[in-house]
């Protein structure tokens, strides 16, 4: 048998004693639901313990009844029933969850396809072009795929144009993820990165004058025949030059230098210069058909529109002084094109020496 301690001793004796003067008094017993539940009787001193209620009394003011415990302690918005703070903008989840609707959801992996860590499991929204990401807090974010750019809540693109990029055929991009249309090439020219090119003749390449394809020499005292040369522009930018030695013979007098150009395609309009240089002398050549163009030493350059022939004529002069009336030098022939109709047909060029 177990032995009860002699505080619970103290204990049984004081509730022995109290249950004795109740029934020497006449009390209501232990169970008067009338005044208020289990009435024990006053206390020893006379107070205290009364018929008020004091334990478990269920209409009385005591110490333990059930306004202890009552709605306003327990309530909805505490124990978290529909009506309470289980929505986004008051409930209070414990770490490692956040709200999500109407209650708490455990915090998820910090990806745009599921909406970030604090999202409810929709992928972040994006406008056209967008791409989402997560930001450092776990909310979701966006920006641009280039090369559009955020402009308020979208994505906006400037495209560029065919002349911006320097394209006179071809679809190339607009920037945006659309073709232009920077038009065709003609008469057999293929486009290629954005220019219309043909199969180069068999001079170049010789696009300047330190680049010009060599020639025989031509000597004014033989007459020699007309040089004829047949040539082709093979994109907008192409320059053909051509170089001949010039020898002022014994003949008596200068060379006299006549050039034509012709055969241009139809469409087009090529340009004609020829230039006389006498190298260290002084030089004093002129133009007598055509107009001066001394780009380089001293030249002509052709007028005709279009594409009609053209000619230039050179009187040359290289004075070495009184005693000496060589006139040698170097004649130097450029062919342009101002413009271009992407046409791969030959022109032709022509020089007399006389």
Excluded: K
């Excluded at 969850?97 to 910090?110: E, F, I, K």
């Excluded at 560029?160 to 991009?173: F, L, M, S």
């Excluded at 199969?199 to 005292?221: F, I, V």
Aim: aromatic share 4%; net charge negative.
């Amino acid at each position: 048998m177990r032995r009860l301690s002699s505080r619970a001793l103290a204990r049984l004796l004081v509730v022995g004693s109290l249950l004795a003067i109740g029934c020497a008094q006449g009390g209501t017993g232990a169970s008067d639901t009338g005044g208020g539940g289990r009435d024990v009787g006053p206390a020893p001193d006379g107070g205290g313990r009364d018929g008020g209620g004091t334990m478990n009394d269920a209409g009385g003011g005591g110490t333990s009844d059930a306004g202890r415990f009552d709605a306003g302690r327990l309530d909805a918005g505490r124990s978290g029933d529909a009506g309470g703070g289980h929505d986004a903008g008051s409930v209070s989840c414990p770490s490692g969850q956040h709200a999500c609707g109407a209650g708490c959801v455990r915090d998820l992996a910090n990806d745009p396809a599921n909406g970030c860590r604090l999202g409810c499991g929709e992928p972040c929204p994006t406008p056209a072009m967008g791409t989402a990401s997560c930001d450092m807090t776990g909310h979701c974010a966006w920006d641009c795929t280039p090369p559009y750019r955020r402009v308020g809540d979208t994505c906006e693109c400037t495209p560029t144009t065919c002349e911006a990029i320097h394209y006179e055929c071809g679809a190339p991009d607009n920037g945006c993820g659309m073709p232009l249309d920077c038009g065709a090439c003609m008469d057999g020219a293929m486009c290629t990165t954005g220019r219309c090119a043909c199969t180069p003749d068999t001079y170049e390449t010789n696009d300047s004058n330190t680049t010009a394809s060599p020639q025989g020499g031509l000597n004014d005292a033989d007459d020699p025949p007309d040089v004829i040369l047949s040539a082709n522009i093979d994109e907008m930018r192409d320059e053909d030059w051509w170089s001949f030695p010039i020898t002022d013979g014994t003949d008596g007098g200068n060379p006299r230098i006549t050039v034509t150009l012709a055969d241009i395609p139809i469409g087009s309009d090529y340009a004609l210069s020829a230039y006389y240089v006498c190298g260290d002398r002084t030089d004093n050549s002129t133009c007598a058909i055509g107009s001066t163009d001394n780009y380089l030493g001293h030249g002509c350059a052709g007028s005709a529109a279009g594409s009609a022939p053209e000619t230039v004529e050179l009187e040359t002069d290289c004075d070495r002084g009184i005693l000496n009336s060589d006139d040698s030098g170097t004649l130097y022939v450029r062919v342009t094109a101002p413009t271009w109709m992407s046409t791969c047909g030959p022109y032709r060029v022509t020089v007399r020496v006389r």
